[in-house]
Every structure is written in structure tokens, then in C-alpha cells.
């Protein structure tokens, strides 16, 4: 059984030296809100992921075991158990301290964070781990070969020439088929390559006032030119999984192929829903949908390098 802790508050400095110097301010930050057509979710990626203000948008409740708390660009997800916190993800400074006041904004003290599960080695994924890792005592989570990755970060410079990024210490190695089990949870660990050689995906239960539904956290999408051989056997397993709610790793996947959009256009239905209305995550209809997309874009993928191999 995990020991819950009491809440021990540690604040990070945010100063314009350092968004400087890994390149997230520059001297002509863009104005707030989408530019012409693009969608909410867009924006965060495109137009305004320089504007650091704009990516703090506040952390919002998703079902009843899970949480949104990261910031626009890169999603962090905090998944509640019995026994302790899940955090999927970490997303990098300077969005470390919002992430955590985003989950304490629940009543939920970081350092009951019991697991901290990284989808991959880019550092936009990974960036905030180390901090969180101290803050908390949790378990960092990661395939074999995306800890390499994330080793290999910490020997090159950071964004815009700044400093080496801080990685986690390599703790827990995950592998295609692995159970973890926190108090009354249970998250199963997926392979999923293309994006890179160790993307994590991850099934859970997330639950709407008690219904239960089967979530899938899907760590990295599209893929690499030398990898769609891998990524062909992601979709494969994509296809035989019953999903109903899919969660992204980032807000702007799946914006044109769900009819309801992406995470926050999705959010800003949530926010709205009234007594018996669906649930706008709830969609099994758009995650076949995206996943048959993929696979169309996979299988042109491997057949250019065939006609390219044949020349």
C-alpha cells in the first residue's frame, strides 16, 4: 500500500532569462487566441506555441479519475487512483510548476504521485520529469529504448543553445504487455513504434459518474521514414483494441477527424454538457475512424520506400 503524503509545496522560479535562453519567449510573442482558420486545439501547436502565457490554460476535470493539467502544446494527463496519482507525461519547463499547480487545484498533492509514465524520449514529453521525480519519490517509467533517448538529451544543448535539459533518473523499464496496478487501477502497457522505437500507450478505465469506459493513451502518431515497417504493426494493434476514449499526446491530433474535434474543443463541450448529454471523449465511431487515416497514411508511407528500393 502507498503512504499518502501530506502536501509539501515546492514553488519554481519562472524568469524571462530562462524562457530565453531555451527559446520559448521571443521579442514578438503573438497575439492570444487561434489565427484565422485554425481551431482551438491548432493554435496551441501553431500560431501560439511561442506564447507562453498562452499555453497555461487552466487544468479542467475529464471524467471522474482523470485530469487534464498540462499546458496547450503537450498533454499531461493525471489519472487518480486508491492508493496514490498517475501522472502520463510530464511536458518541460518552464510548464513544470503549472502542471503541479494544475493538480493541486483538485486537492491532489503531487508527491503522491505514484508513477510518472513517459510516452516517449522527446524532450517536450519528458523535460519535467526530473523535478517531479524529486518533488514526488514516484517511479519514472519508460521503454528501453526511449531511455536512451532521454539519456542521450542530457548530452546535448537545450532549446535555442541554453543548457543541458535535467532527465529523470532511469528507474522502471517498461515492456509490450506489462500490468501496473495501483490501488483499485490497473494500466496496460503497450509498444506502440513509428513515432519512435519505444512510444508507450496505455490502457485504462475512466469512468463518467460510475460508467466505467475503456481509455487508451496514445503515446506517439505518425512516423518516421525508416519506421513504418513498426508503425504498421502499431496500427495493427490499434485495430484490435475496443477503445472508447481516446487520449492524445498532443491537442491537435485527430482535430479534423473527430467530429467533435480534439481535446480542448472537446473541453469546451464538456464544460457546456447538461443532464443526459453524451460525453464529448466518448467516441469509439471517431477513434476507428482515426486509426483507418493512419493506416491509409502507413501504407503510402511503405509503399514509397518499396518504389524508392525498386529504382
Not at 1 to 27: D, H
Not at 100 to 128: E, T
Amino acid at each position: 500500500m502507498r503512504k499518502m503524503k501530506r502536501t509539501a509545496g515546492v514553488a519554481t522560479a519562472f524568469v524571462a532569462s530562462l524562457l530565453l535562453s531555451i527559446g520559448f519567449v521571443g521579442t514578438a510573442a503573438a497575439a492570444d487566441g487561434p489565427a484565422p482558420g485554425e481551431t482551438l486545439s491548432q493554435s496551441y501547436r501553431e500560431s501560439q506555441r511561442n506564447n507562453f502565457e498562452y499555453q497555461l490554460l487552466p487544468a479542467f476535470k475529464v471524467f471522474d479519475n482523470l485530469y487534464y493539467v498540462g499546458p496547450g502544446y503537450v498533454s499531461v494527463w493525471l489519472l487518480s487512483t486508491s492508493e496514490g496519482l498517475v501522472l502520463i507525461d510530464s511536458a518541460e519547463e518552464p510548464y513544470v510548476e503549472h502542471i503541479l499547480s494544475g493538480i493541486r487545484s483538485f486537492g491532489f498533492d503531487p508527491a503522491d504521485i505514484a508513477y510518472i509514465l513517459i510516452s516517449h524520449g522527446h524532450l517536450d514529453h519528458f523535460g519535467g520529469a526530473a523535478y517531479i521525480q524529486e518533488l514526488s519519490g514516484a517511479r519514472v517509467a519508460a521503454m528501453t529504448q526511449d531511455w536512451s533517448m532521454i539519456a542521450e538529451a542530457a548530452t546535448r544543448p537545450g532549446r535555442g543553445g541554453g543548457p543541458s535539459p535535467r532527465v529523470p533518473v532511469r528507474d522502471m523499464v517498461l515492456h509490450q504487455g506489462d500490468t501496473i496496478v495501483l490501488g483499485d487501477t490497473t494500466l496496460k502497457i503497450h509498444q506502440t513504434p513509428g513515432h519512435t522505437p519505444g512510444v508507450t500507450s496505455v490502457e485504462f478505465t475512466v469512468y463518467d459518474n460510475g460508467t466505467p469506459h475503456p481509455a487508451l493513451f496514445v503515446g506517439g502518431s505518425g512516423a518516421r521514414n525508416d519506421a513504418y515497417e513498426d508503425a504498421m504493426k502499431t496500427s495493427d494493434l490499434f485495430m484490435s483494441l475496443d477503445v472508447e476514449v481516446a487520449l492524445l499526446n498532443h491537442s491537435w491530433l485527430g482535430t479534423s477527424t473527430f467530429p467533435n474535434g480534439s481535446i480542448f474543443e472537446r473541453a469546451e463541450i464538456l464544460k457546456a454538457r447538461g443532464p443526459g448529454d453524451s460525453h464529448p471523449f466518448v467516441d469509439r465511431d471517431s477513434w476507428n475512424e482515426w486509426v483507418a487515416q493512419g493506416r491509409v497514411r502507413v501504407l503510402a508511407g511503405l509503399e514509397q520506400l518499396r518504389q524508392g528500393a525498386g529504382q
